[in-house]
């Protein structure tokens, strides 16, 4: 396993109207090829911030931070990672082929070359069949699919997730985060995952990076390995309800639950 | 509400509003007609020491040759002797005078909508141009057209241009605004996610500008150019008048006006009522179309 990335006293300062905001303190954080790693807390804590500069759509303000072993934007340049935002994102003039096609596209891949990709990738979140169909006509869960199929057409290394399936009813989210497991057993790559669900987190996660707020600073992380078949009911085990106990009490001691 | 289809719902739903608004005006207009018409009625009638009855003053308000206000069905007759029976080359045609106005009105339309999408792509692009020229850009329309038209025209008219041109510089002069300011705001328009996706890809700004930002903005350039597509007729007819009177419709009103032809001023001005909606309507169709093809209508 070789480390994809490795983050040292990281610190990130937004200067806004209202003066300056830490939205990050002091991260220290390495993640292995592999891995599927959770960061969980609530609103203010930096998850997102964090990811994003992983992503470099945001730059550390101090610290160093490397994601392949080079800088986030010499990573974000060699494509090094699909992004999945909260919403699906996805173009509405563009059909659902359209949309996966899109990345592809920018990268300068032949059209024949494209539609296997779409083709293969259609396949992986069980969408085959609805390429032709626009945003619109398809359902939440199905779209937010869709855009994760997109960050998968052209074969990065890594997934970061920013709370991909936080608009989704708990149905719709129980049926895609299983089909996420089976994508990772299948795909094998690196996934950062923001989330505020425990259940969520514990049922998904190798690892879980628990943040708390204001600076927005890592406070704990909990390994969490529930072996490799993970149906939903693993959920009523004790070895899960302890690991989300473990999550809970973590996020109270950074001060999650205060007014 | 219960659902109603076919001919019964096209007759409750659009031709009993639109028609009850018609027959209105209609009403409010022939009042108006009697009232505006009836002082040289009455003056006549005293000139010649004569007695004139209500009914009889009635029906002279509405028959005069040069009247106040001219009544619907005299602009109605007028409008059907000018286009109807008259030869479409016929200087007397309507039809004639309304092709002039509508080449000049379509030249200026489509140099406006050009040079607005033009401008509105180097003000999104770049910082220096969106400070420098946008209040050029806002200040142009200050400007009276009516006092610059005639300018134009007879500047161009010096170094020996003339003709549509001229008319359409006016249309493209005035057009030119609404498809500016609405196209920044399209291309503006791309939340911060689809930009964010296009930077995750490595794109380049011409790769974001015709897979997104481009995409954006069709729904904003669709809605000016259907605001710039009435004012550019506008600007056609308001070009017609200090050519001289030559031709269009701009000139059949200033030929009204000139021999106190109301009748056909208020006819060529219905013309230019009807034309207008009919450009809008065009462009709306293609609006729809092209919105259905992009999957943007549901």
Redesign the interface.
Known sequence: MSVVIDAKDLDLTFQTNDGPVHALSNINLQVETGEFVSFIGPSGCGKTTLLRVI?D?EKPTGGTISVNGVSPEQA??A?A???V???A?L?????IGGNIS??L???GISKAERAELIRKNLELVNLTGFDKK???QLSGGMQQRASIARALSFDPDMLLMDEPFGALDEIVRDHLNEQLLKLWAQTKKTVVFVTHSIPEAVFLSTRIVVMSPRPGRIHEIIDCNLGDDRPLDIRETPEFLEIAQQVREGLRQGHSYDD | MQQRRGISSFFFDRLLPVGTVVAFLLVLWYGFAMLLNAPFERDQAARANAEISTSQLIQNTLSQDRPVLPAPHQVADEIWKTTALKKITSKRSLVYHGWITISSTLLGFAMGTALGILLAVLIVHSRVLDKSLMPWIITSQTIPILAIAPMIIVVLNAVNISGLLPKALISAYLSFFPVAVGMVKGLRSPDL??L????????SRS?VFW??RW?SA?PFLFTSMKVAVAISLVGAIVGELPTGAVAGLGARLLTGSYYGQTIQIWSALIAAAVVAAVLVTLVDLVSRIVMKR???V?
């Open positions: 992503a759509l974000r340049l494509r990672y699909g992004y935002f909260q919403a994102a173009y509405p003039w563009r059909t899109l990345p596209e920018v990268m626009f945003p619109w | 996610m689809h964010d996706l296009m930077r995750t890809y490595n794109a790769q897979k997104l995409p069709v992009m999957g943007m549901r």
